[in-house]
């Protein structure tokens, strides 16, 4: 159980759960392959890299854990992997197989390990059944979507059946940077690719995806939805008042609604004490989570971004656990209401 005691990693990655044998029968992308000197390496949309047993083995993650003070850790389907986004009839029953790893997971770590699911979305239908069954039967808190459908309100209405049904039972989306279905990855930069496009275009992709969902009518048409925006937010932090002046000087009648970016919820994945310190300044502490992205980033978030920030103790508190807590205990009461809900039309 989540606790003041407690330390709650909000973003992180999960292989397991019978991928590692799914992407090893693969030949195209993604897909995991052995160089000649032994090393197995994933060779992803963007390249490749080595995948040691921090990507697939949760006993090492958990050893981590232990190691940096970690009490809980949400697991998430590897999205920007693009496994989910495979014709349906290839993968559905791998996602499915997963999705029940995460729940067993759960159960045997006694709630440490918390899983954030995958649907094949190449089939809608088949997500939204299996949207449903991950919330109703295995109570999993939600599921990973690629961000690409949410760089526009056009792209993103083309994922409203799912949104519908995630609004059913409740739900936590993570919007993690990811390509859509069909999509092909965007033109490599020619020089500094690691900086160019894991950092700068990163963190702009995720400023346009919080735009999208507050600008829009989900947070209304949506309201049992809890939606995640990584790396706190992107560059918003630091260009919400350019964006609120190009309001004000250019649509006086129509402010920028900056409120609205307080009702998404944020994690610190990969960034440190400053960055956190201007998110909290901006969307309050009660809307921003401790991350890792583990085990692409390794650092403790815990001791890297809050012990040295310009918090409150009460702040602190709040990115290190409460927030987390107190977002999982809304879903699973939303959870249970519409359960008794279906009891009584049986």
């Not at 014709?87 to 770590?109: C, G, M, V, W």
């Not at 995958?118 to 109570?139: H, K, N, S, T, Y």
């Not at 994922?159 to 490599?188: D, F, T, W």
Request: glycine share 6%; hydrophobic share 40%; proline share 6%.
């Amino acid at each position: 159980m989540i606790s003041d005691k407690s330390r709650v990693d909000m973003h992180s990655h999960f292989y397991g759960g019978g991928l590692v044998d799914t992407l090893k029968a693969r030949t195209k992308r993604p897909y995991l392959r052995e160089r000649e000197d032994g090393v197995t390496v994933m060779v992803a949309m963007n390249g490749e890299f080595p995948f040691t047993d921090h990507y697939h083995d949760p006993a090492v993650g958990l050893a981590e854990m232990r190691i940096q003070g970690l009490t809980h850790r949400l697991i998430t389907f590897p999205g920007a992997l693009g496994v989910d986004l495979l014709p349906a009839d290839e993968i559905a029953d791998a996602i499915t197989s997963y999705n029940d790893h995460l729940e067993k997971l759960n159960a045997q770590t006694n709630g440490v390990l918390i899983g954030l699911a995958g649907v094949p979305l190449d089939d809608l239908d088949l997500a939204c059944a299996e949207l449903r069954r991950i919330r109703r039967d295995l109570g999993l808190p939600g599921i990973i979507l690629p961000s690409n459908y949410f760089n526009s309100l056009a792209e993103a209405d083309t994922l409203r059946p799912l949104l519908s049904a995630a609004n059913e039972y409740g739900c936590h989306i993570m919007l993690h940077p990811g390509l859509k279905v069909g999509q092909e990855p965007p033109p490599r930069q020619a020089d500094f690719m690691q900086y160019r496009l894991s950092a700068v275009d990163l963190q702009s992709s995720a400023s346009q995806v919080a735009l999208t969902v507050i600008l829009s009518d989900m947070l209304d048409t949506y309201p049992n939805v809890s939606f995640q925006v990584v790396n706190l937010g992107g560059t918003l932090p630091f260009i919400f008042e350019r964006i609120e002046s190009i309001a004000r000087h250019r649509n006086p009648e129509e402010p920028f609604p900056t409120d609205r970016l307080r009702r998404l919820w944020y994690d610190s994945a990969s960034l440190g004490p400053r960055a956190l310190e201007s998110a909290v300044k901006l969307f309050g502490a009660d809307r921003i989570m401790l991350g890792s992205d583990y085990p692409i980033f390794k650092d403790d978030p815990y001791s890297h971004a809050v012990v040295p920030s310009d918090l409150t103790d009460e702040e602190k508190a709040q990115v290190t656990w409460k927030t987390a807590a107190d977002l999982f205990e809304r879903l699973e009461g939303l959870r249970q209401k519409q359960i008794a809900h279906d009891a009584k039309q049986r």
